[in-house]
């Protein structure tokens, strides 16, 4: 509170009184109220499901409040529709992007803002410079990656002007490598005046960037604080209203013979910006879970692509992939996953699920083998079981198994996409990012139930660049630099400074070949 009173700068931008939204007899926000100062950086923090989209979605003019008001810059305002709300000053950056992927930078900014692609280009490159974005205005947008294509959406927003933007989970969409450039442009924002609504799941990310945060609890406010005063764990609680328990683990008892194994593989990338795998070593075994960590862009894609089989191996080919023993680098993913195999990808939206299909047909997608399809017919009963069986087991928010997967939020696509993997009963899972966008509360579940799974002896791989996560449910952690693997580093011995050593790179080829046995 104490911070607010600092950055005073004048009269508030935005007061909320008393918002409340309804959808049927679901209350998703209940009585918001909330001020906002030109300039201020101010998070909305809250478990997956909230209320938090729902209320910058009525601070956009997507939806309509059923009661309560809103005043900005001291008047009371109704708004009608986004258009309405841009035309005010407020700008919104969403947490799936709205870009047509066959048209330039240029191009699409353009479909936004009535001014001729060759006035906006020129536009476009001096908001880039003042605000450390750059983006160039030619390229397709289907090139970019996703931190690019934030950026496309950010400058589109700040072209119009805003003294307000908000921002829906941005950096879940981004590398951690991207991280530091989005806060340094919402920092010069702030500086020149904008308010910016920031959500996250990422406690640090909050303390280190907002002066204020506002806790949301199943629709409700429970809490304003100064972020920086207040440490993680302090913040987690008063998001889930409860401890985060950490999980509850013993010490991995894995048997010898691994379940899965890579040997001296080396391979070049099927895409010109990939990461060239070099002389790869790795085995994981029954009843343990194995990290790999590193900065995302060091091979990580192409190890996830070569281990479930979606780049199978070249004919002529140097070093191995082996499940049980037996050689499975050239078969493809519904061979591996007959063999016990199941996958979390990294990418939810493209691999992970298809965002027209409901739940159930996603279901489906790589349950088919487990007694869903009988006689070559869907059994549609078992199909709408095992997707109710995700949903509830995993505590996915959703209307039901016929709700299309692009309905639910982030996080809770990406709960369903894991339990679903869960669900098959695999003897070895290799997840990329199994937390990614998903809330505190629900990580530390799925975390739980990655360590259980260990232990009724499944071998577990996973690839994640939450550092945390690895330390904290990893049996043994090896880091990826530049498509070469270190030496695993145990449990025990962990540190920062060693991964961190190791994460940069600093692992010696010699090691590499005294630490990992041949088959
Ligand atoms: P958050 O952004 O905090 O994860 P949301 O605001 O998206 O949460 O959603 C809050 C709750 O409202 C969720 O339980 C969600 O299922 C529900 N909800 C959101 N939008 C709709 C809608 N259009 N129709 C029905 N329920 C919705
Ligand atoms: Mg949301």
Redesign the pocket.
């Known amino acids: 509170m104490k911070q607010a009173t600092e950055s005073r700068r004048g009269d508030p931008l935005l007061v909320i009184s008393d918002l409340t939204k309804r959808?049927?007899e679901?209350t998703?926000?209940d009585g918001i109220s909330l001020e906002l100062e030109p300039g201020e950086i101010h998070a909305i923090l809250?478990?997956?499901?909230?209320?938090?989209?729902?209320?910058m979605?009525m601070i956009y003019g997507v939806l309509k409040p059923d009661s309560g008001t809103l005043k900005w810059r001291g008047k009371p305002v109704i708004l009608h529709n986004p258009a309405h709300a841009r035309a005010l000053g407020i700008g919104m950056v969403f947490q799936h992007f709205s870009l047509f992927e066959s048209l330039t930078v240029a191009e699409n900014i353009s479909l936004a803002i009535p001014e001729t692609v060759k006035l906006l280009r020129s536009r476009i490159a001096e908001v880039s410079t003042r605000y450390g974005l750059p983006v160039d205005p030619d390229a397709l947008v289907h090139k970019l990656a996703m931190g690019q294509r934030q950026r496309v959406e950010i400058t589109r927003c700040l072209l119009q002007e805003p003294q307000l933007i908000i921002m829906?989970e941005p950096t879940s969409v981004l590398p951690p490598s991207a991280v530091p450039i989005l806060f340094e442009t919402i920092r010069k924002l702030a500086a020149s005046g904008c308010a910016v609504l920031f959500?996250s799941h990422k406690l640090e990310e909050i303390r280190s960037l907002c002066h204020k945060a506002t806790v949301?609890r199943a629709?409700r406010i429970v809490a304003t604080v100064d972020p920086a005063v207040e440490s993680s764990a302090s913040l987690a609680k008063l998001m889930i209203g409860r401890d985060i328990p950490h999980p509850s683990r013993s010490a991995a008892k894995p048997s010898d013979v691994p379940a899965l194994s890579l040997h001296n593989l080396t391979l070049a990338p099927d895409d010109p910006f990939g990461t060239r795998l070099d002389d790869i070593s790795l085995q994981v075994r029954p009843g343990e879970i194995v990290g790999i960590a590193g900065v995302s862009g060091n091979g990580q894609r192409e190890l996830a692509a070569v281990l479930s089989g979606e780049q199978p191996l070249p004919a002529k080919q140097n070093g191995s992939v082996r499940l049980f023993g037996g050689d499975c680098g050239h078969s493809d993913c519904g061979h591996r996953r007959a063999q016990g195999m199941a996958f979390v990808p990294e990418d939810r939206n493209g691999r992970g699920s298809v965002a027209e299909m409901t739940l159930e047909q996603n279901a489906l997608l790589t349950g088919y083998a487990r007694n869903l399809v009988a006689y070559g017919f869907v059994r549609n009963a078992a199909v709408s079981k095992f997707a109710q069986d995700c949903i509830h087991e995993m505590d996915v928010?959703?209307?039901g198994g016929d709700a299309e997967a692009r309905s639910l939020?982030g996080?809770?696509l990406q709960k369903f996409i894991v339990g679903r993997e869960l669900a098959l009963k695999p003897k070895i899972l290799v997840a990329s990012q199994p937390t990614w966008g998903v809330d505190i509360g629900a990580a530390s579940a799925i975390r739980q139930r990655l360590v259980d799974l260990r232990d009724e002896g499944v071998a577990i791989l996973i690839i994640s660049d939450e550092l945390e996560e690895l330390v904290e449910i990893a049996d043994r952690v090896h880091a990826l630099f530049r498509g070469s693997l270190s030496p695993s580093i145990e449990r025990g011995d962990v540190t920062d400074e060693l991964i961190g050593s190791y994460m940069a790179g600093n692992f010696s080829p010699e090691k590499l070949s005294v630490e990992v046995s041949g088959p």
């Open positions: 959808f049927g679901f998703a926000n809250g478990e997956n499901g909230a209320g938090k989209s729902t209320l979605k829906d959500i949301m629709g928010r959703c209307s939020s996080g809770n």
